[in-house]
């Protein structure tokens, strides 16, 4: 089992026994800490919460009452590519591919990842330094190429998935923030 495999393991684990109200209140928390860098956002892509990630629904509602434009990424699970989705409306979410929400058919259009301001990237661990380590997929690794070079890229966890480092790929793509729900990290 590689190291990767190993960190995985031990926080999807860890993550899977978290409660309802700890999940609910580090939401609220992490709401507070990544605010400040949407604040100039108009256009903001970020996941649904799946198997006990750090909740995103407050941030998505957040955004809904600001005036923002939401957007979700669409799996097609043959190919591993994400297409970034704007939502018309929160209420308008099916299960799709690995029981994740997602938009309905007839509920969103899809846009150009180069639209996007910001991108709000679930993980199973991160590092101060951009790195995450996701489920194995290589779904973000191939998104977050597709984005501008001016695109806020935050990383989005519990503050103990934040480990003192990760040994990056090549392929892996540096995030710019790492938000928890305990801070708000710069990695550049």
Do not use: N
């Not at 669409?74 to 308008?92: F, G």
């Amino acid at each position: 089992m590689t190291d990767k495999q190993k960190i995985r393991q031990a926080m999807l684990q860890r993550r899977q026994a978290l409660s309802e109200a700890e999940r609910s209140r580090a939401g609220a928390q992490a709401l507070e800490q990544v605010k400040p860098l949407l604040a100039d956002c108009q256009r903001v892509m970020l996941y649904m919460p799946f198997r006990g990630e750090l909740d995103t629904l407050v941030v998505a509602k957040w955004l809904e009452e600001a005036g923002k434009e939401l957007v979700l990424p669409l799996t097609d699970k043959k190919t591993r590519i994400l297409t970034p989705a704007l939502v018309a409306s929160l209420t308008a979410l099916q299960p799709a591919a690995y029981g994740i929400l997602e938009p309905k058919p007839g509920h969103y259009q899809p846009v150009p990842p180069t639209s996007l301001d910001a991108v709000i990237v679930p993980g199973v661990a991160f590092d101060p330094f951009g790195y995450r380590i996701g489920y194995g997929g290589g779904y973000y690794d191939r998104f977050l190429p597709r984005l501008t070079s001016d695109c806020l890229t935050i990383g989005y966890g519990y503050e103990w998935q934040i480990v003192d480092r990760l040994q990056p790929d090549p392929w892996d793509q540096k995030l710019r923030y790492i938000v928890s729900d305990a801070a708000q990290r710069s990695t550049c």
